[in-house]
């Protein structure tokens, strides 16, 4: 009688042991099958590796990127987001596809490592900054999985850390990317040289003068709504649009006839009086790396982004402050972010 009690109580044992690691499995069956599937194209090609091996967390989310984007995330922990054309957003305008990244600010580099350093992938924003999201490596198999009601936030805390979020672009260029309305009709035999226009953008818009007729051709300006301009070219039609060459204030160029308004009468083109009003514009220089864009003026400020040569900013305030060696100037980039920048790198 002692043996089978023996056996009894090793069969229960057992038994235990099985509902113990059949249930975690049960349970994250249930919410994979419950789950929404995904619209996002970054959070889309996470879920075609669930349950599968997908290597330590950052590794799995650069190679999530670059299948759903084209992007390829740098190095660095934070810089290598920017470098990708990524920017940050917060916890409450999280939403999916979105990356959490939990770091140390103070050590970013590619060669960091330490306790609490993760990455995931967001597939929904519960709010209270909490998230359903998908990670690799979170039980240290290097497997991917399902993170439902994922907290960074405690996580981060509990390591001394910081969270941040970034969204990255779906199209090219380092601008969040919107849809834009359509293009207004137009055709190579409504332009002619020798022809008068006005620019008509659309309020507080502006129309990229470039160097040829091309969406890829660089960009001299861009020419706010009201710039008078006179074609002195034949049209040309080319990427989806007709191009003309036209005069401008800002020197002669390549715009898109589809935002001119013929005018009736030949126009002066000449520079605008100045608006003491309109804010100032620069634009980053073609030093190495990026600009980094801080929350504060000063080396020791937050880093809230970094850009690329050549983006435009506009100066909010003209009154510069000296900290840490640079001149800094508080800026905003369009539908991104504000921030202070060294104006040394600044073109005007």
Not at 157 to 171: E, F, N, T
Not at 247 to 266: F, I, M, Q, R
Not at 269 to 294: H, I
Not at 312 to 336: F, Q
Request: proline share 5%.
């Amino acid at each position: 009688m002692r043996e089978s009690g023996v056996i009894a109580a090793s069969r229960r044992s057992l038994l235990v042991l099985m509902l113990g690691l059949v249930l975690p499995f049960a349970i994250l069956g249930s919410q994979e099958s419950s789950a929404q599937a995904p619209q996002h194209p970054i959070a889309a090609a996470a879920m075609r590796h669930l349950n599968t091996h997908g290597g330590q967390c950052w590794t799995f989310m650069k190679q999530v990127v670059a299948e759903a984007t084209g992007r390829q995330i740098g190095f660095d922990y934070r810089l290598g987001f920017f470098e990708a054309g990524a920017y940050e957003v917060s916890a409450a305008e999280a939403q999916e596809g979105d990356i959490i990244q939990i770091a140390s600010d103070a050590n970013t580099s590619p060669w960091a490592s330490y306790p609490g350093l993760h990455t995931a992938i967001v597939l929904e924003n519960l709010g209270g900054g909490r998230f359903n999201a998908i990670d690799s490596n979170q039980n240290w198999d290097e497997w991917v999985r399902l993170r439902p009601n994922y907290d960074p936030y405690a996580a981060a805390a509990r390591y001394g850390l910081q969270v941040h979020i970034y969204r990255v672009p779906l199209g090219s260029g380092s601008a969040p990317v919107s849809t834009p309305d359509p293009a207004p009709e137009t055709s190579t035999a409504e332009w002619a040289a020798g022809a008068s226009a006005v620019v008509s953008a659309g309020t507080g818009d502006c129309l990229n003068l470039r160097t040829d007729a091309a969406l890829g051709a660089s960009r001299i300006d861009c020419l706010p709504t009201g710039t008078n301009v006179k074609v002195v070219s034949e049209a040309v039609a080319a990427d989806g649009f007709v191009w003309v060459k036209v005069e401008t204030p800002s020197g002669t160029g390549w715009v898109a006839a589809n935002y001119l308004t013929k005018t009736a009468d030949p126009v002066e083109v000449s520079a605008p009086a100045a608006d003491a009003s309109a804010p100032s514009r620069a634009r980053t220089d073609d030093s190495p790396g990026c600009l980094r864009v801080r929350a504060g003026a000063g080396l020791s400020a937050a880093i809230r982004d970094c850009l690329a040569a050549g983006t435009e900013v506009v100066i909010l305030n003209e009154s510069a402050v000296s900290a840490d060696g640079y001149t800094w100037l508080e800026v905003r980039i369009e539908g991104r972010t504000t921030g202070w920048v060294a104006s040394e790198y600044l073109i005007r």
